[in-house]
């Protein structure tokens, strides 16, 4: 178990970047998923993509985030991936499907967002839960319907 | 073994670990830090209570008359007439309370909030807390965890107590846990009985686990 406590910095900043980008090259550098529910926390146990076991205690005024260098020495860097968000995205036809998935999203507690004329909702679990739901909802289940990652979510 | 990396100081960890514990109004939160306690003493977990009640300090002084714990080691927040205002929408109160107790004893490990109780809806910050359970009992029906409410799902650990009132109230025990364990997933569900203590070693020992890093 290695013992995180504190970020040292950005991936980005100048103090980092060219020193990780070596580290690249010669493969030394490890990620660390960490997904949305748990990126606000001050303390966790995670598993690096390299298999090391990272127990996470930052102090109160720091948290983690995309790009977060957990450690760095000569022959070795750990940076914090965000997880991707996955979005289930709806383009209602018709202002009457619009009206309809409006209602049982919220009826769902989903967590939304809008984009224009389409309706997004965050996949916090397995997808398959999620069309299980919209499955027995006729009037949502014909509505035209994609899965996008955060990226194209925007 | 805990390892550290090249020029961060060994030594205590950054600061004390913060752990909530919520749910409805009498389902045995006090009861369930009254049982804790021992548990944690035994483990050498250096710990400390914030407790929230409505506009009394109830909990604070049936923890601090206990003779469980330390009396300096108990502090009340008056969270108002929305218990879930001060450990959500504004923790300010409460962290500042935990700021308070970390100062006052150096070496503190843990730190554990007692949400006022309030409804099914209730959940806390990740800001205030590092880590949280949701405490539903028996006596408050079967159908809770199909009611499927933010508390009984988000939280990190369900706690399902006054198992010994089953038979009393006419719930189906087994049934209860398997509904609670389907709207989890894979996230734990821990029966207990906070009157008699059953349960709550396995409760102190995911505590352990979870946030000080214990085996
Ligand atoms: N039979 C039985 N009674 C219990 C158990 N746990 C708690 N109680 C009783 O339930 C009542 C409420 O317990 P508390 O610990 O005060 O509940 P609480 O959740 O802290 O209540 P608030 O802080 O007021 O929301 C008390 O009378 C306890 O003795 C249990 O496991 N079995
Ligand atoms: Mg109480």
């Given at each position: 178990m290695l013992m995180i406590e504190r970020v040292l910095g950005s991936r980005l900043e100048p103090a980092f970047h060219e020193r990780i980008h070596r580290l690249e090259h010669s493969g030394g550098v490890d990620v660390v998923t960490v997904s949305t529910v748990d990126m606000p926390r001050r303390r966790l146990r995670l598993v690096s993509a390299r298999g090391e076991d990272l127990a996470i205690a930052l102090p109160r005024d720091q948290k983690l985030f995309d790009g977060a260098v957990l450690l760095l020495d000569e022959d070795r860097a750990i940076v914090v991936r965000a997880e991707v968000e996955r979005w289930l995205s709806f383009q209602p036809r018709s202002i009457a499907e619009g009206v309809e998935l409006g209602y049982h999203a919220g009826n769902l507690h989903w967590r939304i967002r809008f984009a224009g004329e389409r309706l997004l909702v965050a996949l916090e679990g397995p997808i398959e839960g999620y069309y299980a739901r919209i499955d027995a909802l006729p009037g949502v289940a014909s509505i035209p319907r994609i899965v996008v990652t955060g990226e194209m979510a925007a | 073994m805990l390892e550290r990396p090249q020029g961060q100081k060994s030594g205590r960890l950054a600061s004390a670990a913060r752990i909530g514990i919520g749910g409805p109004v009498g389902s045995g939160k006090t009861a369930l830090i009254e049982r804790l306690i021992p548990e944690l003493q035994a483990r050498d977990v250096d710990f400390a209570v914030v407790t929230n009640d409505l506009v009394t300090r109830e909990d604070a002084e049936r923890l601090r008359r206990s003779g469980l714990i330390d009396p300096e080691r108990v502090s009340a927040v008056e969270a108002g007439a929305c218990p879930h205002t001060v450990i959500r929408e504004d923790p300010t109160l409460n962290m500042a309370a935990g700021d308070d107790l970390e100062v006052r004893f150096p070496g503190l490990e843990l730190v554990i909030f007692e949400s006022g109780g309030d409804n099914l809806a209730s959940t806390f910050s990740l800001d205030l807390v590092d880590w949280w359970m949701f405490v539903i009992d028996v006596a408050g029906g079967d159908d809770i965890p199909r009611k499927k409410g933010p508390g009984v799902l988000k939280c990190d650990l369900l706690i399902v107590n006054?198992?010994?009132?089953?038979?009393?109230?006419?719930?189906?025990?087994?049934?209860?846990?398997?509904?609670?364990?389907?709207?989890?997933?894979?996230?734990?569900?821990?029966?207990?009985?906070?009157?008699?203590?059953?349960?709550?070693?396995?409760?102190a020992d995911m505590i352990c686990r979870a946030v000080l890093f214990r085996p």
């Open positions: - | 006054k198992v010994d009132l089953a038979p009393h109230v006419g719930v189906d025990l087994p049934g209860m846990l398997e509904e609670a364990q389907r709207a989890r997933g894979e996230r734990p569900v821990v029966a207990i009985n906070a009157r008699s203590g059953e349960g709550v070693d396995t409760v």
